[in-house]
């Protein structure tokens, strides 16, 4: 229902509509109502709203498998350890001197050192992180955003943002559960692609009524269900670009101080805008740093580039929320498709790795200020108990409030147990 696919021309079969066609009706939509509309208000979160204990998760997803063996589970004085070294944290666990202003907030977050899964394919691993399952022709999962949407929603009645929101990079697909949890991707900044033009409210009413009857007539001929998604569609997409709530994306209203606290860049206002959207009730956001696929010279990449840029929004968000009384209703996952090959490349780069590495999470009542599971000496193999995505889905579930005996059913009819039936990592709960 909120995907905006305007660059995109392959087709949603499962769904019967292009997604070119959908695109046109958005920006159509947009194009009735746009400027017309009085949206100059600000955004105002009210006390008794964030006492709801409206639970939400921010997925930040490092694109192309980041090297945890360098930022969070290091091997100092190893052949495999690379030259960065550890320091102290709020926590009980040593992360990279890289990762300064983080270190202050890992009290907050636990540091999963034990993951050992199976897809080391940027494709394949990138599907099964998402969702749970490994890719199958015969099915289609639902990713993380699309399941939590689908739990949470009915918490959040008066919701007029789209409830999944990927911010700077496309997520996966919301699976059997339908167009109704696709994700909306927009910029870090907040825009989304032709909604900007405006029309008089005279031409929108017409158009709109006009518009309906059509969709009306199309669904009296009994076409199946797109055809009743196709009009929610529009419904919904005239509720978002009516309401207040839209206010939340506009991170150019905040203050200068905050958008230099969390880093001028992609990311880093990435992140402000999922701050902004949690606090406005949408319950999943995924915001994208991609460029870890370091297959050569990972050390400088890291250094100069992708370890400030995380370490600054990171921790930015992670204070944040806890400042404003967020963070205990809100799950933030750190995590990329896999990790990288202990040992080090000729390139003085490392390859994919999946047979041991780390994820990050923290919020929604999840126990921080630890390291759960290990590595042995080389970072090699993982030497306790290992956990793979469905353990880390069914965590997450849990710490939502998302009971893990829910079952969907595919299209085909097939039972579906929540996260792929994975097991609890009992360490993030006190």
Same mark, same amino acid.
């Given at each position: 229902?909120?995907?905006?696919?305007?660059?995109?021309?392959?087709? !949603?079969?499962?769904?019967?509509?292009?997604?070119?066609?959908?695109?046109?009706?958005?920006?159509?939509?947009?194009?009735?109502?746009?400027?017309? &509309?009085?949206?100059?208000?600000?955004?105002?979160?009210?006390?008794?709203?964030?006492?709801?204990?409206?639970?939400?998760?921010?997925?930040?997803?490092?694109?192309? %498998? #980041?090297?945890?063996?360098?930022?969070?589970?290091?091997?100092?004085?190893?052949?495999?350890?690379?030259?960065?070294?550890?320091?102290?944290?709020?926590?009980?666990?040593?992360?990279?001197?890289?990762?300064?202003?983080?270190?202050?907030?890992?009290?907050?977050?636990?540091?999963?050192?034990?993951?050992?899964?199976?897809?080391?394919?940027?494709?394949? %691993?990138?599907?099964?992180?998402?969702? %749970?399952?490994?890719?199958?022709?015969?099915?289609?999962?639902?990713?993380?955003?699309?399941?939590?949407?689908?739990?949470?929603?009915?918490?959040?009645?008066?919701?007029?943002?789209? #409830?999944?929101?990927?911010?700077?990079?496309?997520?996966?697909?919301?699976?059997?559960?339908?167009?109704?949890? *696709?994700?909306?991707?927009?910029?870090?900044?907040?825009?989304?692609?032709?909604? /900007?033009?405006?029309?008089?409210?005279?031409?929108?009413?017409?158009?709109?009524?006009?518009?309906?009857?059509?969709?009306?007539?199309?669904?009296?001929?009994?076409?199946?269900?797109?055809?009743? /998604?196709?009009?929610?569609?529009?419904?919904?997409?005239?509720?978002?670009? %009516?309401?207040?709530?839209?206010?939340?994306?506009?991170?150019?209203?905040?203050?200068?101080?905050?958008?230099?606290?969390?880093?001028?860049?992609?990311?880093?206002?990435?992140?402000?805008?999922?701050?902004?959207?949690?606090?406005?009730?949408?319950?999943?956001?995924?915001?994208?740093?991609?460029?870890?696929?370091?297959?050569?010279?990972?050390?400088?990449?890291?250094?100069?580039?992708?370890? #400030?840029?995380?370490?600054?929004?990171?921790?930015?968000?992670?204070?944040?929320?806890?400042?404003?009384? &967020?963070?205990?209703?809100?799950?933030?996952?750190?995590?990329?498709?896999?990790?990288?090959?202990?040992?080090?490349?000729?390139?003085?780069?490392?390859?994919?790795?999946?047979?041991?590495?780390?994820? !990050?999470?923290?919020?929604?009542?999840?126990?921080?200020?630890?390291?759960?599971?290990?590595?042995?000496?080389?970072?090699?193999?993982?030497?306790?108990? #290992?956990?793979? *995505?469905?353990?880390?889905?069914?965590?997450?579930?849990?710490?939502?409030?998302? @009971?893990?005996?829910?079952?969907?059913?595919?299209?085909?009819?097939?039972?579906?147990?929540?996260?792929?039936?994975?097991? &609890?990592?009992?360490?993030?709960? @006190?």
């Amino acid at each position: 229902m909120w995907t905006n696919w305007a660059n995109q021309r392959q087709f !949603v079969t499962p769904h019967g509509m292009s997604r070119r066609h959908f695109a046109t009706h958005l920006a159509g939509a947009a194009t009735m109502l746009g400027a017309s &509309l009085s949206l100059g208000h600000s955004l105002r979160v009210h006390a008794d709203t964030l006492k709801q204990n409206r639970k939400s998760c921010i997925l930040l997803w490092m694109g192309g %498998g #980041p090297s945890s063996i360098d930022i969070w589970d290091l091997k100092p004085g190893t052949d495999n350890g690379g030259p960065f070294r550890t320091i102290a944290t709020s926590g009980d666990a040593q992360i990279s001197e890289h990762m300064p202003l983080m270190a202050k907030q890992m009290h907050h977050m636990s540091i999963v050192r034990s993951m050992s899964t199976r897809e080391a394919d940027h494709n394949r %691993g990138r599907y099964y992180m998402h969702t %749970g399952y490994v890719p199958d022709a015969s099915i289609d999962y639902p990713s993380y955003g699309a399941v939590i949407s689908h739990q949470l929603l009915s918490q959040r009645p008066d919701l007029q943002i789209p #409830p999944f929101i990927a911010v700077g990079g496309a997520s996966e697909g919301p699976g059997f559960l339908g167009m109704a949890y *696709s994700p909306f991707n927009v910029t870090s900044n907040g825009r989304v692609r032709n909604l /900007e033009a405006s029309i008089g409210n005279e031409r929108l009413m017409q158009r709109k009524i006009a518009l309906s009857m059509i969709e009306d007539s199309f669904i009296g001929q009994r076409r199946g269900n797109s055809a009743i /998604e196709h009009k929610k569609i529009l419904e919904k997409t005239y509720d978002f670009l %009516g309401s207040q709530q839209r206010e939340a994306f506009k991170v150019e209203s905040e203050p200068e101080e905050m958008k230099e606290m969390y880093g001028k860049n992609g990311f880093g206002q990435g992140c402000l805008l999922a701050r902004r959207l949690v606090e406005a009730g949408a319950p999943f956001v995924e915001v994208d740093l991609g460029g870890w696929d370091n297959h050569d010279g990972i050390f400088q990449t890291l250094q100069r580039d992708r370890l #400030p840029t995380l370490d600054k929004a990171m921790a930015a968000l992670t204070e944040d929320l806890n400042q404003r009384g &967020l963070l205990e209703d809100t799950v933030i996952v750190w995590m990329g498709e896999f990790g990288r090959t202990p040992r080090i490349n000729a390139g003085a780069g490392r390859d994919h790795f999946a047979r041991a590495w780390s994820v !990050v999470v923290g919020g929604g009542g999840i126990k921080g200020g630890q390291a759960v599971g290990s590595t042995s000496e080389d970072g090699m193999e993982v030497v306790t108990e #290992p956990y793979s *995505s469905e353990d880390l889905m069914a965590s997450v579930c849990k710490a939502l409030g998302i @009971s893990l005996e829910t079952t969907f059913t595919s299209r085909s009819g097939r039972p579906m147990k929540i996260a792929n039936s994975g097991k &609890l990592i009992k360490e993030l709960f @006190s």
